[in-house]
Nanobody, 118 residues
Framework: QVQLVESGGGLVQPGGSLRLSCAAS????????MSWYRQAPGKEREQVAL???????NYADSVKGRFTISRDNAKNTVYLQMNSLKPEDTAVYYC????????????WGQGTQVTVSS
């Protein structure tokens, strides 16, 4: 199992950008799926972006063309570049890791707040 620590959240004006980082306590090389989720007040947690071990990427329709997920296995870090931010992107953003097969695990970070407001 790995521990995940998110960083990079903050307050940004509409149209601005932020880059979130998710640092893992161990190697992410064999982690099958790394994802970013978000949860706004009063709403369910939703998946924003996913990147697989093989490099397959999926995005929620609401962020396509604006957000980019990437992983740096050498640094054991996953990133979420967020551009053209909107007020509706305001939420706590969580990093999630899933490993299947041998020694499976499912880990969450503690979350980082992103607030988009003028």
């Amino acid at each position: 199992q790995v521990q995940l620590v998110e960083s990079g959240g903050g307050l940004v004006q509409p149209g601005g950008s932020l880059r979130l980082s998710c640092a893992a306590s161990g190697s992410i090389f064999n982690i099958n799926f790394m994802s970013w989720y978000r949860q706004a007040p009063g709403k369910e947690r939703e998946q924003v972006a996913l990147i697989s071990k093989s490099g397959t990427i999926n995005y929620a329709d609401s962020v396509k063309g604006r957000f980019t997920i990437s992983r740096d296995n050498a640094k054991n870090t996953v990133y979420l570049q967020m551009n053209s931010l909107k007020p509706e992107d305001t939420a706590v953003y969580y990093c999630h890791a899933v490993k299947v097969g041998a020694r499976p695990f499912d880990s969450w970070g503690q979350g980082t707040q992103v607030t988009v407001s003028s």
